[in-house]
């Protein structure tokens, strides 16, 4: 039996743990952190996401501790004006999976919930890996090591596992920031928040909102651009009254909701090219290990979630050869991951576009492209959603 150690028992880590197990891997995850926790923040798990989750037994769980929310919905900045609505009927119809929004707390604990106690080993800090003919390690900050057939690095955006393969990688800062913040929808003053899950756009911004814990708590997202602000912390906080100064003439709704955060977090938002390898010999990546992306379209966690699929499927298929199963997972993964990273970066000019003229030419091609089947976003990317990572032909040759 194949033995995987996966580094980081985050989302990714997590899921592939899933994953792996369902095949009967011998299965051992290591994370740095003395709990499994996550930041107090919204995952939005497009059709894509959904469609392993479902595979992995786990869609039903996950919607148990969703949003309620029907439809996805864009509007401009000041007016409030619909520039798309499509429902999670429609969704589910043409991707063959409805989109689902979550605490990121909730699904981890679906996730962790999901595999046998004892596989997780809590406060171990990788900080290198090696790999030979035979046997790939990893050693731990306590001065500790192991050994697996193969060892995945799953430990996010600055991981030491990328990291000990090939070097530290070189961001460059997008000259955009993001504000974050999860507020209680019953601390909003007046009308009560649409459940939708929403996207508004603005010069220079984007907003992003959708409900957690069924009614409970909105999620909200802000980006902007900002030159001045280099810090890529995910939990320094912010004050309040800079967010509202920040959107000051937005629309009253989206005001409301922010008045009502207590706690908002803010942060720079980098850039990375596509990493040109991601596996050498029985050591591989996976998640924001392998292809940190810029958020705009929600995809981070998704991607790193269809990662564990196909690496389950390629460990299936070649049981007797771990390192050609890794070369057929990377081969399968990094053409479509790449492309999602480069999407998202193309999709911040686009939803910040500051010019009125411009605006309204997206605008309209949204409309347009939304009239051609298969597209009910309207922005040219349904091949994200359309795509199942639990088939067998996600698996290259
Ligand atoms: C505010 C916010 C909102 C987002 N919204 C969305 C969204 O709507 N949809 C979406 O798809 N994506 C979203 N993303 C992106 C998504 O969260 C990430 O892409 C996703 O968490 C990546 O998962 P991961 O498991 O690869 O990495 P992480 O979630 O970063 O997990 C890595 C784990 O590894 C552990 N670790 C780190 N270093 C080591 C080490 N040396 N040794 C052992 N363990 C280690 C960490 O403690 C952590 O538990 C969002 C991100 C943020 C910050």
């Not at 699904?107 to 004892?118: E, H, N």
């Not at 800090?125 to 500790?144: I, N, Y």
């Not at 393969?165 to 800062?173: I, Q, V, Y």
């Not at 292809?291 to 299936?316: F, K, N, T």
């Amino acid at each position: 039996m194949t033995r995987v150690a996966i580094i980081g028992g985050g989302i990714g880590g997590l899921a592939a743990a899933r994953a792996l197990h369902r095949r009967g891997v011998e299965l051992a995850v290591y994370e740095a952190a003395p709990e499994l926790r996550e930041i107090g923040a919204g995952v939005a798990l497009g059709p894509n996401a959904m469609k392993v989750l479902r595979a992995l037994e786990l869609e039903k769980a996950v919607r148990g501790v969703a949003g309620r929310c029907e439809w996805l919905v864009s509007h401009n900045w000041r007016t409030g004006r619909v520039i798309s609505r499509t429902s999670q009927r429609e969704q589910a119809a043409l991707y063959g999976c409805a989109s689902a929004t979550v605490h990121r707390a909730d699904l981890l604990d679906v996730l962790a919930g999901s595999l046998p106690a004892r596989v997780v080993t809590l406060g171990a800090r990788c900080t290198g890996v090696e790999s030979d003919d035979d046997v790939a390690s990893a050693r731990f900050q306590d001065g500790s090591a192991i050994e697996a057939d193969v060892i995945v690095g799953a430990d996010g955006i600055h991981s030491a596992v990328r990291a000990s393969l090939f070097g530290a990688d070189a961001p460059r800062f997008t000259g955009k920031i993001c504000y974050r913040s999860v507020v209680p929808v019953a601390a909003v003053p007046g009308p009560p928040p649409a459940s939708d899950n929403a996207q508004w756009f603005g010069p220079h911004g984007t907003v992003v909102l959708y409900p957690v814990r069924r009614d409970e708590l909105v999620n909200v997202v802000c980006h902007y651009d900002d030159e001045g602000y280099r810090h890529e912390s995910w939990v320094t906080e912010c004050d309040r009254d800079e967010v509202l100064e920040r959107y000051a003439g937005w629309h009253e709704s989206l005001l409301r909701i922010f008045s009502a955060g207590d706690v908002w977090y803010k942060w720079a938002l980098y850039d990375r090219d596509p990493i040109p390898h991601w596996t050498r010999g029985r050591v591989t990546v996976l998640g924001d290990a392998a292809h940190p992306m810029l958020p705009y379209l929600g995809q981070g966690a998704c991607q790193a979630i269809e990662d564990g699929s196909v690496l389950a499927l390629a460990l299936a298929a070649e049981t007797d050869d771990p390192v050609r199963a890794l070369a057929r997972y990377e081969r399968s993964r990094r053409p479509r991951a790449s492309q999602v990273v480069l999407t998202s970066r193309a999709r911040g000019t686009s939803n910040h576009l500051a010019s009125p003229l411009s605006a309204w030419r997206r605008d309209i091609a949204i409309a347009l492209r939304r009239r051609l089947r298969g597209d009910l976003e309207g922005r040219g990317a349904a091949w994200i959603p359309a795509y199942d990572a639990s088939s067998p032909e996600a698996l290259a040759a």
